[in-house]
């Protein structure tokens, strides 16, 4: 317990550009493995662990820290105590960025290493995991940059009053994340809780911890204060559960699957009512019009839009809605877009997808895979795993998908897409709002009236107009209906993670 981390640190000057290079830098690599509490990495005090495996290999990574209650009491306590204190919560807004800038420029400089991390512990390309890491940065830098150009509002009162309307910290807030892209969306939630002044506990995914206790130690280099930031690598059902069921946390900002969303609105029911956020699944309609004007920058769109990330996206395109006058010929461009998509080594920077997280999402792709045979969609493209050891699965394509087949309705997870044709505009707006999920969609059309139309009356946090999952951290990101209800990114990512506090004054006349 207790002794000094022993994790390398490969400075991000020289960037590896081939797949030697990127394997001898994993070489070197040297995992932190135990929790993050208090300012201290810590094993559990159950003494668990459970073991992160390499799914594009099959080797075992690294045995991490598994928390459980008795972990989340000790972070959960520290956390509020840091609170109190107040040297981050009341720190100014000014200073804080300051702290969460420097954080930032630790990551850059740690790049190639966290993207590494990641690429290992879950399978994706480290080409992809490098935008990851650009991305978290990013995010890091946009809302350091935001919290001290955020004022407060005096009200509209007469001379005899003053109402001010002020923003605090919520307190302590537990974010909880997947594993799909395991640092970005921990930057997604801890950047606004952190430069609102909350103290975080972060649980990783266990598919995932590694990049998580990497940037534990990067922020106690930063500088944040002792307890207010923390890592508990573990279960869901254990440490999990523990924070979400904790009298003393205040916030749930959750990303991951509808099922898990649906839990953690019962345990805040069954503890303290605190706040919930919530980013969840989807099965995201993208939408061709036979009035698209460019069929080849679409295809390949529509093949990214699912492909990517081995499917492993939650706003994957994964339901394709071509207009029937140019379905054959526009499932054949996407046939051949994907073609391109191939799974390969994830240390390849060449390769476009890499490998399934772990047995248990590649058994599910592949049962998915099989159901959609058996229900009679016809396969245009893969559907057979490639040989191992690694969990690979191709790109894989269903044509004829009607709504009812499990394949056009389930969020799959994987790199499976679904085909859907139709003759008009009303019969493709029913298909896509024919669904639990509302995260993103997509449309295709030179038709500015009919853009505009379907916009607005797709049932979709987003929508991408002739692009797919374009937007940068200027504009929110969330779902609605099954989906989910929070948002992150944007200035409004800060309001989930701030209280409005109305303070009203009488004044002399
Ligand atoms: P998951 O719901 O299984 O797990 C997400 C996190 O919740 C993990 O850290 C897990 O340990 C934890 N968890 C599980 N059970 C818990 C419990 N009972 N109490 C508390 N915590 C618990 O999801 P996943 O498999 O990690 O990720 C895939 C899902 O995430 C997909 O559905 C995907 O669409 C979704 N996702 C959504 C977004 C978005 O922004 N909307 C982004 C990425 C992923």
């Known amino acids: 317990m207790n002794t000094p981390t022993t994790v390398s640190t490969i400075i991000s000057t020289t960037a590896p550009t081939n797949q030697t290079e990127w394997q001898a830098l994993a070489e070197k690599l040297d995992f932190e493995t135990r929790a993050y509490i208090n300012d201290r990495f810590v094993d559990a005090q159950s003494g668990n662990t459970l073991t992160t495996i390499n799914p594009a290999t099959g080797s075992v990574l690294a045995e991490v820290a598994s928390c459980d209650d008795a972990d989340a009491a000790l972070a959960v306590k520290a956390a509020q105590e840091a609170f109190q204190r107040g040297d981050w919560a ?12 420097k954080l930032a420029d630790l990551m850059q400089d740690h790049k190639h290493e966290l993207a590494l991390l990641d690429t290992l512990d879950m399978g994706k390309p480290i080409s992809s995991a490098l935008g990851d890491i650009d991305g978290a940065i990013s995010c890091l830098r946009y809302t350091a940059e935001s919290i001290d150009k955020l004022y407060g509002e005096v009200a509209p009162t007469g001379d005899n009053n003053l109402g001010l309307i002020v923003r605090e910290p919520l307190g302590v807030v537990a974010a909880i994340v997947p594993w799909n892209f395991p640092l970005m969306m ?139 006058s140019i379905r054959e010929d526009f499932v054949a461009r996407v046939v051949k ?89 009303d019969e493709a707006l029913a298909l896509a709002n024919d669904s639990d999920f509302g995260l993103a969609a997509g449309v295709w059309s030179q038709n500015i009236d009919r853009v505009m139309r379907v916009s607005r009356k797709l049932q979709s946090g987003q929508v991408y107009v002739n692009n797919w999952a374009g937007p940068d951290m200027t504009v929110p990101f969330g779902g609605v209906k099954q989906s989910g209800n929070g948002r992150d990114k944007s200035l409004h990512s800060l309001d989930e993670y701030t209280e409005i506090k109305t303070i009203w004054m009488s004044l002399q006349p």
């Open 337 to 425: 877009a994907a073609e391109q998509m191939q799974p390969g080594d994830p240390l390849d920077p060449e390769s476009f997808m890499g490998a399934m997280v772990d047995e248990t999402q590649y058994r599910r792709v592949l049962d998915y895979i099989q159901q959609g045979q058996e229900e009679g969609a016809t396969l245009r493209a893969g559907g057979e795993p490639l040989n191992g050891p690694g969990l690979f699965i191709p790109p894989t394509i269903f044509d004829d998908v009607t709504p009812k087949m499990a394949v056009g309705r389930e969020e799959i997870f994987g790199p499976v897409l679904a085909v859907f044709g139709f003759d008009n505009e």
């Open 186 to 324: 921990t930057a997604w939630k801890i950047a606004p809780a952190l430069a609102a002044g909350n103290s975080v506990i972060l649980k990783p995914s266990e598919k995932s911890p590694l990049s998580a206790l990497r940037l534990a130690s990067l922020s106690k280099q930063a500088g944040l204060p002792m307890g207010v930031f923390q890592v508990l690598p573990g279960y869901g059902h254990t440490v999990g559960k523990a924070l979400a069921l904790s009298m003393q946390v205040d916030c749930l900002a959750f990303t991951g699957s509808t099922q898990v969303g649906k839990q953690l609105m019962q345990y805040a029911g069954q503890s303290n009512l605190k706040r919930v956020y919530l980013e969840c699944g989807g099965k995201s309609p993208n939408i061709i019009f036979a009035d698209c004007q460019n069929l080849d920058k679409a295809a390949q769109h529509a093949a990214t839009a699912i492909f990517h990330n081995q499917g492993e996206v939650c706003i994957a395109g994964s339901r394709l809605l071509v207009e029937n």
């Open 90 to 101: 009341r720190r100014s807004p000014t200073q804080r960025k300051v702290t969460l800038l």
